[in-house]
């Protein structure tokens, strides 16, 4: 039997939306962009900027220099991940990273006729001087996002969340950056016109809000990646980039980290405590974005223990400056939400977080937490 594509290639033409809100409001943007005055252009995601961020200001970026001729200034609260510096066109874009800057929009470089914000729900996620001295400065205003929108709003966080003259939301979509494909034929763009960069740019927004598919919820992702792939996308090489890197000191690292791992009196319970040698050994890695990735892949570990056997829950607990305990909590079976409630704590039946303020010495806290939730996980049983 034949499988035939979903879209044969020579009859691609693009991205087109399916909802009728969404071809209203992409209908004004293409307005706006037929302009002609529309000569200085400036992008920006959102604060502590995340994969999805970085790759809908990229994708965003490819479109409007194409729609516009212009080059575009693109603007990063924070600074990009050396491991997504490939994405970066320096011929058709500037970057300002405000990390390497923090002065740069006290006084802007220039005022805009156009700012487009994307995969930012609130005017609160963006840097202040920025929404203050350059969005609300520029001429026109574009909002693309994907977070739900509140349903009663008063007018204040109105002000908020609708902040552009065009807000183009839509909640369904698992990214902001396939927001951006949507645009394509409805402006007119061919997508064979875009350059490699716009996929692995939209690439990387997807993988990084579905959690590398892991969280998709419905076939969108999956659809989306086909068409990109239609159109040109390498999806190992994205990966590729994707994934971090770890260097050797890293590997060490978490391999301590790993003789760290402890068990509860009847192993139902397995964790990891980041003790001060620990802390100290991490705080002392140079490399800021190496320094992240070991701590994120320290964290994950929690993700790991409860697979092992017999284990219940599993916890990655934090020793801080205030003298807390925070905990996080995953589990295979018990409700762990129910037990970070005792303290405070929420989150999921099975991913759940709680602080616990420390009495004599961490140790003793831990082993007092750790009887408690082996109480716990034989009365959820019996529920
Ligand atoms: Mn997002």
């Given amino acids: 039997m034949k499988i035939m594509p979903i879209v044969a290639k020579t009859h691609f033409t693009g991205w087109t939306p399916t909802r009728n809100e969404n071809k209203k409001q992409i209908n004004k943007i293409n307005e706006v962009l037929e302009n002609s005055s529309i000569k200085r252009i400036a992008v920006s995601g959102h604060n502590f900027p995340d994969p999805d961020s970085i790759g809908a200001c990229f994708a965003v970026a490819h479109i409007l220099n194409i729609k516009t001729g212009q080059p575009i200034d693109i603007y990063i609260f924070g600074k990009i991940p050396k491991k997504f510096k490939y ?10 990273e405000l990390d390497d800057n923090p ?3 006290r006084n802007p470089p220039k005022k805009y006729d156009l700012a487009v914000s994307v995969d930012t729900s609130d005017t609160n996620l963006m840097d202040m001087d920025y929404y203050r001295n350059v969005f609300t400065k520029a001429e026109h205003t574009i909002k693309i996002d994907h977070h739900k929108i509140p349903e009663k709003m008063n007018p204040s966080l109105e002000k908020r969340i609708n902040y552009a003259q065009i807000n183009f939301t839509d909640s369904t979509s698992p990214s902001a950056s396939q927001l951006i494909m949507q645009l394509t034929k409805p402006l007119g763009i061919n997508p064979s016109k875009l350059p490699r960069d716009f996929n692995n740019a939209v690439y990387t927004g997807i993988l990084g809000d579905t959690g590398c598919f892991n969280y998709a919820t419905n076939r969108q992702p999956f659809y989306d990646t086909a068409l ?25 690292i978490i391999s301590l980290a790993k003789e760290k791992i402890k068990f509860s009196k009847n192993g139902s319970v397995a964790y990891l405590y980041i003790d001060d040698e ?31 056997d017999k284990v219940d829950i599993s916890l990655v607990i934090k020793n801080k400056e205030d003298n807390n305990l925070y905990i996080s909590a995953r589990s295979k079976k018990t409700n762990v939400r129910k037990f970070a409630e005792k303290y405070n704590g929420g989150g999921h039946e099975k991913a759940s977080g709680f602080c616990v303020p420390v009495a004599k010495k961490p140790e003793y806290t831990i082993s007092n937490i750790l009887k408690e939730m082996e109480r716990f996980i034989e009365q959820d049983k019996r529920k």
């Fill in 87 to 96: 994405l970066e066109d320096r011929n058709i874009m500037n970057i300002y």
């Fill in 103 to 105: 002065q740069l929009l």
């Fill in 228 to 252: 990109l792939i239609t159109n040109g996308l390498k999806p190992a090489f994205v990966m590729n980039k994707f994934n971090s890197k770890l260097s050797k000191e890293g590997y060490d």
């Fill in 278 to 308: 620990l802390k100290k050994i991490l705080h002392s890695i140079e490399d800021e974005d190496m320094r992240i990735e070991i701590n994120n892949r320290i964290k994950g570990l929690v993700n790991q223990l409860k697979d092992i």
